[in-house]
């Protein structure tokens, strides 16, 4: 599965790390103006935890895109 970070290192200024809460979206929904129907709120933890729960997620879902949301 692929992971677009552009959008968040923009923002943030940096590569996605550490422990908080994340977000993520199929990519191809995330410049929609209702990109957060179909975002994916991983449990809070570290983000390696959330990219994993996130990938678990969108792979049932046939998703093979994923944006971080920033």
């Given amino acids: 599965m692929e992971f677009y970070t552009d959008e968040y290192e923009f923002e943030h200024g940096r590569a996605p ?3 908080g809460g994340w977000a ?3 990519a ?3 410049s929609l ?4 129907d179909y975002v994916f709120w991983a449990p809070s933890g570290t ?3 959330a990219k994993a729960a996130a990938k ?3 792979s049932a879902l046939g998703v ?3 944006a971080v949301c920033s």
Avoid: C, I, Q, S
Wanted: aromatic letters at 18%; glycine letters at 4%; proline letters at 9%.
């Fill in 24 to 26: 993520f979206v199929p």
């Fill in 47 to 49: 983000y390696r935890e």
């Fill in 56 to 58: 678990a997620h969108f």
């Fill in 28 to 30: 191809d929904k995330a």
């Fill in 64 to 66: 093979d895109a994923v």
């Fill in 17 to 19: 790390r550490g422990r």
């Fill in 33 to 36: 103006p209702n990109y957060l």
